[in-house]
């Protein structure tokens, strides 16, 4: 077991822990929760041994093996590969191993004494004992579930970018196997294929767990403990998130009950003091109410823990049914090696899309093809009618001017088209109300970042919004917050997250990456994840009864793409016919729309003149074209839609 005792550490004038307490006992999972800030990592590292507590003790078995993910690189040699870094997992093992490797120099240089021997063959055994032999098969096999292919598993740690360099070093604390695990917000770099793996690691793990993170769906997934830091004290709930974020609202309401009863209690004592106190037959009466009085201390209510607003998005403008569709599209950065081919896609208004796939699949090269950012190498991208697109990039929030305050970045996007007064509405709809919109970019958090960048889009409103980790950054509340604007949102949503829950609350269709090809799921992502284990089953069944069997072909491939594309050529022709009927239809709509906001403003202000018998008439015939053209717009547009669900099964079914 692990046990704090009167636990006190404070920064200058800030108090991180005062006289904090709680045990953690053996085999608990628990999960490690709070606004940033507030002294989790802190608690990690008084646990390790890292910094020292102000006052009191940390007490954790002598003999147990701490492994610790930091949120920081772990020390490594640049030059050291890959799979040798992550083999160095055990450090018992590794000691062995250097041991042995000095040893085998030895015989190579000549020394071929019984001693040498004697103590090679004794540590080779204890090497065997250990599963050392096993180690690079374990480290291969984390390393691929963490998404590295195996062509890189000789690469050098320093040929890595850090987010890779972090996954290493998560392999490598994972396969230690230590007795007590510190994961400090392990899913920061994981694309959601690594984050399911490492639920399932952690679900087998028999050791002591100790997790911080903003990802819900890790948290209820693998946690039976939530330790709560915040404001000097730590607080234990047994249960997982869910079950904290339940009865945390559950003791605010009884606290603020509590609290209630005590603040009618003062107001009837103080009532009985003042009427009683000139009255010498109740002195002794008034004199035990004032120490009763005294006496009765508040309750002390949880506090709001995280970010306190909602986020709200505008309504969209209207566009058509088909908000954008790739035809045929290919696309290659070097003009050899292609990253994205023969895509065919069409997503239509209020589609809410997830794409999923390890890191780079191509998930930010797809969203920036969808946005228009990049232009396809071959095929085409086509956008809707009046669709307007918002598009925020991943390290968009690191490149915000340091200098210019929240205010001046939504109104540099607005670009003078938008007064004052609405920018500020805009940013207070983003938890920049007050003086807090003038704050600097300098200062701001990650989470707040990234609200401005949703600030700056929303100033202009999209139809078509286009999201490349949104929640990078964010604490949980607040993701809960997007979730819900993206939720009541109208328009039409494409998202790359890897936070699970997230996609979970938001996806209605998920675009599985498979290179250098897609494959669309209708339905949410437990659908999708019930489809994949289905197919896994399935493939496991075929190995067992069809061995023999002959593999498709690279020809037999290239004839289903032959077959597709000439299914589809087989409907372009009516689909083109639907496209520019509805566009013709919407055209109208759209012409008659805006001559009676014309007629309406000279009937509202009416110039010398003014014929009002015409304008009426003129009114009249528009709202019946209006009306036609509407009527024949949704048909034309309901045909359309049919016929793309037809167009985009051919290609699904042939993968």
């Not at 018992?92 to 020394?111: C, F, M, S, V, W």
């Not at 607005?414 to 003038?438: H, K, W, Y």
């Not at 190995?543 to 069997?549: I, L, P, T, V």
């Amino acid at each position: 077991m692990i046990d704090f005792t009167g636990i006190c550490k404070s920064y200058g004038k800030q108090d991180i822990f005062n006289n904090v307490s709680f045990r953690i006992n053996e085999g608990e999972r628990v999960g490690v929760v709070g606004p940033n800030g507030t002294g989790k990592t802190t608690l990690f590292q008084i646990l390790c041994g890292e910094i020292s507590a102000d006052k009191g003790d940390v007490i954790i078995p002598k003999r147990a093996r701490l492994g610790y993910l930091r949120q920081q690189l772990d020390f490594y040699d640049p030059a050291e590969k890959l799979i040798d870094f992550v083999c160095t997992a055990d450090g018992e093992l590794g000691k062995i191993t250097d041991q042995i490797h000095e040893l085998e120099k030895r015989l190579a240089a000549g020394e071929n004494t019984p001693p040498v021997l004697n103590e090679l063959g004794r540590l080779q055994s204890t090497f065997e004992a250990q599963g050392g032999y096993d180690m690079k098969h374990k480290a291969a096999a984390a390393l691929a579930g963490l998404g590295f292919p195996d062509s890189w598993l000789e690469h050098t740690m320093g040929s890595f970018s850090g987010g890779w360099q972090m996954r290493a070093c998560m392999a490598r604390t994972l396969l230690s196997e230590p007795d007590i695990l510190l994961l400090d917000e392990p899913s920061n770099y994981l694309d959601i294929p690594a984050v399911e793996w490492l639920r399932k690691r952690l679900k087998s793990y028999v050791g002591t767990l100790l997790l911080i993170s903003h990802d819900r769906f890790l948290l209820n997934s693998i946690t039976d403990i939530t330790l709560e830091v915040d404001s000097g004290r730590v607080t234990k709930y047994p249960g997982n998130y869910t079950y904290y974020i339940r009865e945390r609202a559950e003791r605010k309401r009884h606290a603020e009950a509590a609290q209630e009863n005590i603040e009618r209690e003062k107001e009837r004592l103080e009532r009985n003091i003042n009427r009683f106190r000139a009255k010498a037959s109740k002195a002794a009466q008034v004199q035990s109410w004032i120490k009763t009085l005294d006496r009765m201390e508040d309750v002390e209510l949880p506090q709001e823990l995280h970010f306190k607003g909602t986020i709200r998005i505008p309504e969209p403008p209207h566009s058509g049914t088909e908000t954008v569709r790739l035809e045929d599209l290919s696309f290659s950065y070097d003009g050899t090696r292609k990253i994205l081919e023969h895509v065919d896609l069409s997503l239509n208004r209020g589609d809410k899309v997830g794409i999923i796939g390890y890191n780079g699949m191509g998930k930010t090269t797809l969203l920036k093809l969808l946005a228009g950012r990049m232009v396809p190498t071959e095929g085409e991208r086509i956008l809707g009618h009046k669709v307007v697109t918002g598009y925020q990039a991943q390290e968009f929030a690191e490149l915000l001017t340091p200098e210019m305050s929240a205010f001046d970045i939504v109104r540099e996007a607005a670009g003078g088209l938008v007064p004052t007064q609405r920018i500020r509405e805009i940013l207070g709809s983003f938890g920049f109300s007050g003086d807090s919109a003038e704050k600097r970019c300098a200062v701001l958090s990650g989470g707040e970042k990234i609200r401005l960048c949703f600030a700056r889009i929303f100033v202009n409103p999209p139809n078509f919004l286009i999201l490349d980790e949104p929640t990078t950054h964010l604490d949980i509340a607040a993701r809960e917050a997007l979730q819900q604007a993206i939720n009541h949102f109208t328009g039409t949503v494409c998202v790359v997250s890897h936070d699970i829950e997230f996609i979970r609350g938001v996806a209605t269709t998920i675009i599985e990456m498979r290179p250098p090809g897609i494959r669309v799921h209708t339905g949410g992502y437990d659908f999708f994840m019930e489809r994949l284990a289905q197919e896994q089953q399935n493939a496991g069944s075929a190995n067992d009864s069809g061995a023999g069997q002959t593999v498709s072909s690279g020809d037999s491939q290239k004839e289903k793409r032959r077959e597709r594309a000439q299914k589809r050529q087989e409907l372009s022709k009516e689909k083109r016919r639907l496209e520019t009927e509805t566009a013709r239809w919407e055209k109208k709509l759209e012409e008659a729309e805006a001559e009676k906001a014309k007629l309406m403003e000279q009937w509202l202000v009416p110039q010398q003149g003014f014929d009002f018998a015409s304008n009426q008439k003129r009114l009249a015939e528009l709202e019946v074209d209006i009306a036609m053209a509407s009527e024949q717009w949704e048909k034309s547009a309901t045909e359309l839609e049919e016929l793309m669900e037809r167009y985009n099964a051919i290609h699904e079914n042939g993968d």
